[in-house]
């Protein structure tokens, strides 16, 4: 099928072993079902646990360049499988917690495995084997952790009415390393020799309407990193960048809680938050396959529309028939974020430096995602209630959206100097 494009035999078990390494990525969500009962036990305040657990994100975006570093020599295989053992040590540990201190410690080895588990050596090494539908493969490959994030979110709030918070952390962190390692051990594994590899294209794959495959023209773009940073659209794609994390990581850390403050029950609350991170499989698939056939600043203005309308609906959850609306919008729009922002990279400024590119948007996770959450949970603190954090929400993702239509295409960025 020329819609898979390389996507077969030793490519396709790669993609799996990454949709596998993702899975255990998609653990992070387990937290949002277990904080309330958490909470409930320890009486940690909701504004002080939110920040406790800033250090996951902090570590993330600090040791990206690092781990990044780490693939490159070592591969990818070594440095997924020690985030997945981090993961299981990690998750393990968080049913002895006691003090708010012990938060903090092991938030700073779970940021350690967003950053080894993520979109670095995953990313890496599948795009090393798939060139062409490379969009698709990578909306397959990071569907897990939304995959992952359902199956823990409706997981967990089992184990939480079954045995406890404490042995839901435990079951879930030795099962994960039990499950996923031995998996990503099989598939995982760079190209040995050009023998391994599928047929190379030209470049990586695009296909017009027709399905054909096409030379992909971003190959034409060759933007140093010096000259990128001093470009109006590098600034414009990152504050929207931040203000996507945030909103998004704000809003989830505090989703559940905010549920249940409506008098939802946990059980259900759990499985509204699990269906905003299953969305996310078909999101970043079809956000994907788009990619491959559109010019990616449609996808990119297409997604953030659909985060910014979500924003707005949170607003009007209380409202009869909203929940579900927003748990579509947001599931969906939150999770193709992964696939449209590298795609927007590769076509503005080229293939030539789009890591060191890309990596230095990625520190807009650090202010975005580590202040999102603990805003909200303060501002719940002091007001009783989300709403004014989720009104400021809705205002920066208006702005960003509007930013972002000004971000210029590929044949304007070769023929027009910067202003």
């Known amino acids: 099928m020329k819609v898979l494009g390389d996507i077969r035999g030793r490519a396709m078990g790669v993609v799996i072993g990454g949709l596998t390494a993702q899975l255990g990525l ?3 969500y387990l937290s949002s079902v277990l904080t309330p009962a958490m909470l409930e036990e320890l009486g940690f305040s909701r504004g002080d646990f939110m920040l406790a657990g800033t250090p996951r994100t902090v570590v993330a975006a600090l040791a990206s360049p690092m781990v990044g570093a ?8 070594p440095v997924i499988i020690g985030g997945l053992l981090l993961l299981g040590t990690s998750y393990s540990l968080f049913a002895f917690v006691q003090d708010l201190w012990h938060v903090f410690a092991i938030s700073m080895a779970v940021g350690l495995v967003v950053a080894g588990v993520g979109d670095i050596a995953v990313g890496t090494v599948v795009s090393k084997w798939v060139h062409r539908a490379r969009g698709l493969a990578l909306g397959i490959v990071y569907s897990g952790s939304n995959l992952g994030g359902l199956i823990c979110s409706i997981l967990g709030a089992w184990l939480l009415l079954t045995y406890g918070w404490r042995n839901a952390y435990l079951i879930v962190g030795i099962s994960s390393m039990i499950i996923l390692i031995p998996v990503v051990w ?11 590899l599928p047929a190379p294209a030209d470049s990586p794959g695009n296909a017009n309407g027709d399905g054909e495959y ?5 190959a034409e773009v060759a933007i140093e990193f ?7 659209d590098f600034w414009i794609l990152a ?3 931040f203000f996507f994390f945030f909103y998004y990581i704000g809003v989830n850390g505090n989703l559940v809680l905010f549920l249940t403050d409506l008098g939802i029950p946990i059980e259900w609350a759990s499985a509204s938050f699990g269906a905003t991170v299953f969305l996310g499989v078909t999101a970043k698939v079809g956000i994907g396959l788009m990619g491959d056939r559109w010019p ?3 996808a990119l203005l297409v997604n953030f529309f659909a985060v910014t309308l979500a924003s707005y609906l949170l607003l009007a959850i209380p409202m009869t028939g909203i929940l579900p609306l927003f748990i579509l919008l947001h599931g969906c729009s939150t999770a193709a974020q992964n696939v449209v922002y590298p795609l927007i990279v590769a076509e503005r400024f080229g293939t030539a430096t789009m890591a060191k590119i890309y990596g230095t948007l990625m520190l807009a996770l650090l202010p975005g995602g580590m202040l999102g959450p603990v805003f909200a949970g303060y501002l719940f603190d002091a007001t009783g209630s989300y709403d004014l954090a989720f009104q400021i929400f809705a205002v920066l993702n208006t702005v960003g959206l509007i930013a972002l239509c000004t971000v210029k295409n590929r044949a ?4 027009l100097p910067e202003s």
């Open 239 to 241: 504050f929207a960048l």
């Open 70 to 77: 780490l693939t490159q020599r070592y591969g990818s295989r």
């Open 26 to 28: 998609g653990c992070m």
């Open 296 to 298: 990616a600043k449609i």
């Open 226 to 232: 010096s000259e990128a940073v001093r470009t109006r």
């Open 412 to 415: 304007v960025a070769r023929t």
């Open 186 to 196: 099989r598939l995982v594994r760079e190209p040995e020799d050009v023998a391994d």
């Open 214 to 218: 096409r030379e992909s023209e971003s």
